[in-house]
């Protein structure tokens, strides 16, 4: 006797709304190449002009380099200061805005001023801050600082989150004080975490100083931006790679710091 004849069936059922989502994403990416004028006119022409600015650019001039040295430690000092400032305060307005630990009177407002502080490009905080105080290192303080709040305050209480309570009941219970219980129940569960935040915010800072100079905030962005209005862009290679090698040994440091608190 012939075996019963048994129906085949897919592992897996066929997702159609998935796939439909999909057909769509592809026709709006059309339409919006299309609305945004891209051409792979346009990016050929781009090409051919890449080239011609990258042969103006080499060889690099290293005439200047009194003033790239200046601009570079400038950079450096508004990226080391506002670091400092933005990790420290960073640490209670995360810890507020943990909801495990602290009440709802006090984590809402901490995480409505992680929000305002999450909600625009660095850009956009130097140009208030450039308006408010002034061209100069103070602004690009003041907007790498707020820059500081919004990325290290919300994983920090992100981190705090997601503790084991155990510690933390096991303090309360002894009768610890609150203190007490930060110190030696949230702290050393969080510790390594936030060293990596705060190495990863100072290298961040470091290449975002770059960037709100641009806009009169201080540091070597402002020496950036007048190269190019001025075509010297021999002189902008040199600061370019200047950037580029200020930014690897800033990486080098934070890998260094995080090699030391890990032993």
Not at 83 to 99: D, Q, T, V, W
Not at 159 to 177: N, Q, R
Not at 227 to 242: G, K, M, P, V
Request: charged content about 15%; aromatic content about 12%; proline content about 5%.
């Amino acid at each position: 006797m012939n075996a019963p004849s048994q129906t085949l069936r897919k592992p897996f059922k066929a997702n159609w709304l998935a796939r439909l989502g999909w057909v769509g994403l592809a026709v709006y990416t059309l339409y919006a190449l299309s609305a945004l004028d891209i051409t792979w006119t346009r990016f050929l022409t781009g090409l051919d002009n890449g080239a011609q600015f990258l042969d103006e650019m080499i060889p690099p001039s290293f005439m200047r380099w009194k003033l790239l040295l200046a601009n570079l430690l400038e950079t450096v000092e508004i990226a080391v200061i506002s670091s400092a400032f933005g990790i420290a305060l960073s640490l209670p307005i995360g810890l507020m805005s943990a909801r495990n630990l602290m009440p709802a009177w006090a984590t809402w407002p901490a995480r409505a001023l992680i929000c305002v502080c999450r909600s625009f490009h660095p850009v956009i905080f130097a140009i208030l801050f450039v308006k408010a105080v002034g061209f100069g290192p103070m602004a690009g303080i003041l907007t790498l600082v707020f820059a500081s709040i919004g990325f290290i305050g919300k994983l920090f209480a992100e981190a705090i989150e997601e503790i084991s309570l155990k510690p933390v009941e096991a303090c309360k219970a002894a009768g610890a004080p609150f203190m007490s219980v930060l110190i030696y129940a949230v702290l050393p569960q969080v510790l390594n975490r936030f060293i990596g935040f705060a190495t990863y915010q100072f290298d961040a800072n470091m290449r975002n100083s770059t960037m709100v100079g641009i806009v009169g905030a201080g540091g070597i962005g402002g020496t950036l931006f007048a190269a190019f209005q001025r075509f010297d862009y021999d002189f902008l290679c040199t600061i370019l790679l200047s950037i580029i090698a200020l930014i690897m040994i800033s990486e080098y440091l934070a890998v260094r710091i995080k090699v030391v608190f890990n032993d």
